[in-house]
């Protein structure tokens, strides 16, 4: 009986391997080819370079191409990843504790307008909303397409059906006499909400700018509408288009370009991992 | 009287950013699109829009390519739902038994998810094209080494489930480990006590106990799958071509992908904002039925 048990233990070790090694193969693909030159990966992909060293020469390249701009890249996507993070978390906490705590009709509608938010698909609202855009700035004269604030309100937008909605249901939970013991102690409304509520939310608050990063940092489709492939503001996924679609062909720097576009979002996992798949597993079940 | 009217303006204030930016972003143009589609809109600053009716929903169904593309595009769906929930309850058991490192395996399974669809459409890309043939010239199998997976409609479309699998399977895989650390370990030994075997076991036990996972994780790839556009961007950019019905169609150009030609390749934004209002409707449709069938499933357990 252990004998069989081990056995089929060992067995399971194998598969479990065997498909861990299968799953990080394509990674192991990227890693070694980005360490070779335009020739050698032509004809052995599969083998290991010759020359370590070549890794180092296409990162140069990489980094100084024009069409890449990887420090800028780098900084408008950690930019707006950061900012769309604070504000869709913040502003979307903030109107899903009013909404819970005020009952009246509109905030019941209110609340049901977002919840239609959520299975509205980007597809329905991508061209409308370019349109908007460009009315808003020749109406009101504020350049939404092509800048940092257009892009980041537009993530606001579609980030905050979501967050309410999660939020939402976190808030009623919480008891209302803690905030109406406050309100006594002469709290005003915000104060209750920034000095105890916030807290009490910090949970959901990790699920929600987790769900969200990887989400923003990878997205192609909203930037590309919003601030368009080989303009001024690029975040990482719109270089790494505006150079392959440039360089067909160059799998040697292409293979270098996502690697490095892949690595400050690995480097992130592994900092932060634990968190990380608590808060993806929770998220999904709400 | 004077707190109420403190209290309506603290209502107003708080909600004001989230749905001024959600109005602008989604609602408005929403309802600015179901316009358009009745329109001949043409997106160019200045022209004004004429009412046209139903003139793009009649010309989107006599498109040929419009109907291959639904029909490829429901073939993708239903694959990958398939594929991305085998792959990821396979791992999810393997992940959850006695086995050495676990946490490792389910770290790297994961890893895939956090790598954004065009990256992953190019890794792919190079994957098919370059190492696949490599892989069968080192074994010296010619059918490998010839197999040229991105010139055949079949074979590229297997490519693109095989790339979102990667992608997906380690997300809904940690869905599933959620779901199975919650079954109840005494009542697997009990079975096991009164003689029930592996598969008795998981069919009378495990798969009724995480019957809530698979309502959320077939939702999941089902959308994701029917949304499907970054990948195929990077990977196929909707090729190679086929023949459907005596035309020449795109055999990866799926719904996404295609919406999006329409409008920009061919400049139709109005019959490309159409087509996306069908689409939004198809996805409703199948979306909502499939939470409502597998909710009623779920009680039957």
């Not at chain 1, 869709?88 to 009013?98: D, L, N, Y």
Request: charged share 10%; proline share 4%; hydrophobic share 55%.
């Amino acid at each position: 009986m252990k004998t069989k048990k081990t056995i089929t233990t060992i067995f399971l070790q194998i598969i479990t391997i065997a498909f861990f090694l299968l799953t990080l193969f394509p990674f192991f693909i990227v890693v070694i080819n980005s360490a070779k030159a335009s020739l050698e990966i032509i004809t052995d992909p599969i083998a290991f370079p010759t020359h370590w060293g070549q890794i180092f020469t296409n990162i140069k390249t990489i980094w100084s191409s024009p069409s890449i701009r990887y420090a800028s890249s780098v900084y408008a996507s950690v930019l707006i990843t950061v900012l769309s993070l604070i504000s869709i978390a913040v502003f979307s906490a903030m109107a899903a504790w009013v909404l819970v705590r005020t009952k009246t009709r509109t905030s019941t509608f209110v609340f049901l307008l977002f919840i239609c938010g959520l299975i509205i698909p980007f597809q329905v609202v991508m061209f409308p909303l370019v349109a908007l855009f460009r009315i808003i700035n020749e109406t009101i004269g504020i350049s939404m397409l092509r800048t940092y604030h257009g892009m980041i309100f537009a993530y606001i937008g579609f980030g905050s059906p979501l967050a309410v909605f999660m939020f939402h249901g976190f808030i009623k939970s919480i008891p209302a006499e803690l905030e109406e013991a406050a309100l006594i102690d002469g709290c005003s409304k915000p104060q209750i909400f920034f000095r105890i509520i916030m807290p009490i939310l910090k949970p959901i608050f990790v699920t929600i700018c987790i769900l969200n990063a990887i989400w923003i940092w990878n997205d192609f489709l909203l930037p590309s509408l919003v601030l368009g492939v080989g303009q001024e503001i690029q975040t990482i996924p719109l270089a790494i288009r505006a150079f392959a679609g440039s360089f067909v062909k160059k799998w040697d720097l292409i293979m270098t370009a996502v690697l490095m576009a892949a690595f400050p979002i690995v480097v992130g996992f592994i900092a932060g991992q634990k968190h990380i798949i608590k808060g993806m597993v929770a998220g999904s079940i709400k | 009287m004077k707190k109420q009217k403190n209290d309506k303006l603290v209502f107003w204030l708080f909600l004001a950013p989230a749905l001024i930016s959600f109005l602008v972003v989604v609602i408005i143009p929403f309802i600015m699109g179901l316009y358009y589609s009745m329109t001949d809109w043409t997106a160019i600053a200045g022209v004004k829009p004429t009412w046209v009716g139903l003139e793009n929903y009649k010309a989107m169904f006599s498109d040929v390519s419009f109907r291959y593309s639904f029909m490829r595009t429901f073939l993708f769906t239903l694959l990958s739902v398939i594929s991305i929930n085998v792959v990821a309850l396979t791992f999810a058991f393997l992940v959850t038994r006695e086995i050495r490192f676990r946490n490792l395996y389910r770290a790297g399974f994961f890893i895939p998810n956090l790598i954004g669809g065009l990256v992953l459409g190019y890794i792919w890309q190079f994957i098919f094209k370059s190492v696949v043939p490599s892989i069968g010239a080192l074994l010296g199998i010619e059918a490998i080494e010839n197999l040229l997976i991105l010139a055949d409609p079949n074979w590229t479309l297997f490519g693109l489930i095989l790339a979102f699998t990667w992608q997906y399977a380690g997300y809904i895989m940690m869905i599933y480990v959620a779901a199975l650390l919650n079954v109840p370990q005494e009542l697997l030994e009990a079975s096991e006590i009164d003689g029930a075997n592996f598969w008795q076991k998981l069919v009378n036990i495990t798969i009724p106990m995480i019957a809530q996972a698979f309502t959320i994780t077939s939702f999941l790839t089902l959308v994701n799958s029917f949304k499907q556009f970054d990948i195929i961007l990077a990977l196929t950019n909707g090729g190679p071509t086929a023949m459907y019905q005596d035309q020449v169609v795109n055999s990866t150009e799926l719904l996404a992908l295609n919406i999006y030609n329409v409008a920009f390749k061919y400049n139709n934004m109005a019959e490309g904002q159409a087509r996306a209002i069908i689409f939004f409707l198809v996805l409703s449709i199948i979306s909502i039925g499939q939470v409502y069938y597998n909710k009623k499933k779920e009680v039957e357990m």
